[in-house]
């Protein structure tokens, strides 16, 4: 593109020229049209109308001004909008000069002009062809400009418009004003331009200037440009940067490019980036352009990191990069992606590259020493290989610390939704998992030091969209750790007694240590559960599962303690056989204080059925063992018949009377409260039942029965 957009201006430049000579030849331009436009026609291998009017001055230059020039495209191209028009021209020669066989010319001057370049899908270009005739002699050789002069070129209004007709697209660079001071070979002439880059969509890029000091060789085989400086913005501000370097411009096949001395600072939204080459950087202009880094200097906010590889830009960005540093902090610029998460897509939308990412195909391998994504997302040693295409970023295989631990992920970016979609399988060794909790912006649950597995996928960037939005499913086991917010050693020694169990139903401040704590993983829109809940601490265990929301601020577990022997020794005897050691919890609330009460309806059911397991243990024992004078003695069916016969006219009209009331009551309460009654009356019978089975222990008092708690320390 760079070489054809230089083809074109010289090819604007030369016709006037051409125009101008034949015009000194034929001295009166109006008269001779044809003959003036057969002679460039000749000149450029392509047909040239000369449809306005033109004019000649002969005194002191001889000038020719024309208007409306065309030079038309090769068979094939009848579609498509001609090579160049020419609005109006202007071009001037020194007479005396000529004569001596020198070119001077002095002021030329272009104004609006459009230079349209084409290529067909089997790869014909609107340019081929183009000063055949000259390109075919092979006597011709190289031009010796050592003695051409040409004034000052002054161009208005230029627009480079480059057509896809495959794709439909259009771009352009338009040149709003370009300045070039007398041109001598070997010298250098300062220049200066502004232009704007733009597409189907608009203005892309302006270039507030250019300016720069050219060198042109006398056989123009190659160019030099010093003191390059380069001005450049967005249109709505989002972008504004400035660019320094020399150029070496090798116009041979392919033409070749060495930049040097480059300095790029750019601010974008707010942010500081830069750019600077230790070595020059070479670029191949063919139908690709290929260029290699080596030692480049990025800064990001201050931030070096050094970049070194390769890259070809063609119909399609490709780079194989190699990104090292020390620290990056990416903290500011996740705050700027993520702060328009909340824009909704477009009503059947589906996904598409955001048009900076299209013809992107970047792979680069990362090495740093820690990268900073958030206040909690703390890498180190980032280890990874990247790749971006079509708008996706693959992050595979990717090594860090993270949390305290390590982990290993392969994780994947898409860019074509909004918000950009992401799925990760992290696997996260010894972490600490208070620090992982602590991205939701909420107290943590647990602690300690864990190892995770998980598969997750979400929306957004920022830590709110990813809670809202996060699906996966995974396991976690932890070490050494505790449930926070909740005491359930301060509960199983201070409050589970038999007339307290049901009021138990209050906040147990402090944390819940254990020695072990797994449990799978399960995640809806950011609410997880944790089924297969199973907790071992010091004489004690738990099992259950557990749900975490951490938008809402709730937790909600469902365990099952099951006391060992030390513990269960310290319960009242009537609640230790009622119980067995195993006592249902409901811990729900808010993560930092959560309620912790028991489970009465499952309580109820547990004890009932310890009750009558033993119940029937004791049948089957009392039968094993018969006395040796039953067998002889006649079965009472009397009596039999008279406990068969029993009724409630056997029961105490004060017990049905207190039971009719009971159920009164039980009718006129809501479904809820009437439970929880039942639950309770139950428990009541069931500990007095306890109690009424081991006659030797009916003395003893509750309090009796409790063991004092073990002095604190």
Known sequence: MFRKLILGLIILIVLLVVLAIAALLIIDPDDYRDEIAERASNTLGREVRLDGPMSLRVFPWLALEIEQVQVGNPTGFEDVPPLARVGRAVASVRVMPLIRGRLETGAISLSDTELTLVRLPDGQSNLD????????????????????????????????????????????????????????????????????????????????????????????????????????????????????????????????????????????????????????????????????????????????????????????????????????????????????????????????????????????????????????????????????????????????????????????????????????????????????????????????????????????LDPRSILATMNGEGRIEIEGGAIEGVNLRTLIEEELTSSNLANISRAFGGRTEFETFGAGITVRDGVIELPNLNLAAAGYGATGSGRIDFAADRVEYRMVLDLGPELLARLPRALRQATGGRVPLMIAGSVAAPTLSVDLERFVQDAGRNLLEEQLRRALEDRQEPRDDEADQPRDSGQDGEREGASDADVPETDRSGAAEDSEAETSEPPPERRERTSQLLLRTLLERSRDDTPEEEAESEDEATPEPPPRP
């Open 129 to 460: 062809g183009l000063l055949a005739e000259r390109e075919a002699d092979p006597e011709a050789g190289r031009p010796d400009l050592s003695e051409v002069q040409i004034g000052a070129l002054s161009i208005e209004d230029l627009r480079l418009v480059q057509l896809d007709p495959v794709a439909g697209t259009r771009s352009s660079i338009e040149v709003e004003r370009l300045d070039l001071a007398p041109f001598r070979a070997g010298q250098a002439t300062e220049f200066s331009l502004s232009a704007r880059l733009a597409d189907d969509a608009g203005d892309q890029l302006l270039i507030d200037r250019l300016d720069g000091r050219l060198t042109a060789a006398a056989d123009l085989s190659s160019l030099r440009v010093d003191g390059l400086d380069l001005g450049f913005s967005r249109p709505d501000g989002a972008l504004n940067g400035r660019a320094q370097a020399a150029v070496v411009i090798e116009l041979g096949t392919p033409v070749e490019l060495s930049v040097a001395d480059v300095e790029v600072e750019v601010d974008a939204g707010g942010h500081a980036l830069g750019l600077s080459l230790a070595e020059p950087l070479r670029l191949s202009l063919d139908e690709t352009v290929a260029l290699s880094l080596n030692a480049a200097q990025l800064s990001i906010d201050g931030q070096t990191l050094r970049a070194d590889g390769r890259l070809r830009l063609g119909d399609e960005v490709v780079a194989e990069l190699a990104v090292r540093g020390q620290a990056l902090d990416l903290r500011s610029m996740m705050a700027d992606a993520t702060s328009d998460t909340d824009a909704p897509p477009a009503e059947g939308a589906g996904p598409s590259t955001p048009p900076v990412l299209e013809g992107l195909d970047l792979s680069f391998d990362l090495d740093l020493d820690e990268l900073i994504l958030s206040e909690a997302m703390r890498f180190e040693q980032v280890e990874t290989v990247a790749r971006l295409r079509d708008g996706q970023l693959l992050l595979s295989p990717m090594r860090a610390g993270l949390f305290g631990g390590q982990a290993d992920a392969r994780v994947t970016i898409d860019f074509r939704t909004q918000p950009p979609s992401v799925s990760m399988q992290p696997q996260l060794v010894d972490v600490a998992v208070a620090r992982v909790a602590a991205l939701s912006g909420r107290d943590a649950p647990l602690s300690g030091l864990g190892d995770l597995q998980l598969q997750l996928d979400f929306q957004g």
